[in-house]
């Protein structure tokens, strides 16, 4: 059998090196399957990532889509089957969550004032009442009170409730 050949394909060799892009920087990183440690490469590649908490660090690629250029993000628990799918320089998008601000945290709100000519008219919350309307028994449309408090007693008060 002369004329007969096998054909064997052979598989990419497994991917050693990524590009992570951060903003407008890109960097070769060598890859990780283990997300940990994907975090640690990007945190050595970019100085800015130094002391951004895991939590806001987010990676996701570029994929056109019907004619479209898209980012998928990738989860945690997605990236070590994303990362064993990978091809040799492909780019991973870096992506840094703004920081979220603990509601316990004790900011105050803006004052609202609203219009009022009878000092006695004049109402703050209290953490047992969060009316913020004027009893019914005010007359007047221009008798109105002021408001002052913090998110934090608001929500005591909503506990309480």
Known sequence: MAGCRTHTR???AAPDVIMYRLEDKMMYVPLDYDWKEALSQARRAFES???????????????????????????????????SRLTRYEVINIVVRPEVVDPDVDVAPPLYSLASSAPEE????????????????STGSGSQGICKFGLKGILQALRKE
Do not use: N, Q
Request: hydrophobic fraction near 35%; glycine fraction near 6%.
């Open 49 to 83: 990532l130094a002391k951004v908490d895991d939590g806001r660090i987010t990676f996701s690629m570029d994929v056109i889509s019907d004619g479209r250029r898209r980012s998928i993000g990738i989860s945690p628990s997605a990236w070590r089957s994303i990362a």
């Open 122 to 137: 004049k109402r703050s919350l209290s953490s047992s009442s969060l009316r913020l309307h004027p009893p019914a028994s």
């Open 10 to 12: 052979r598989s990419p």
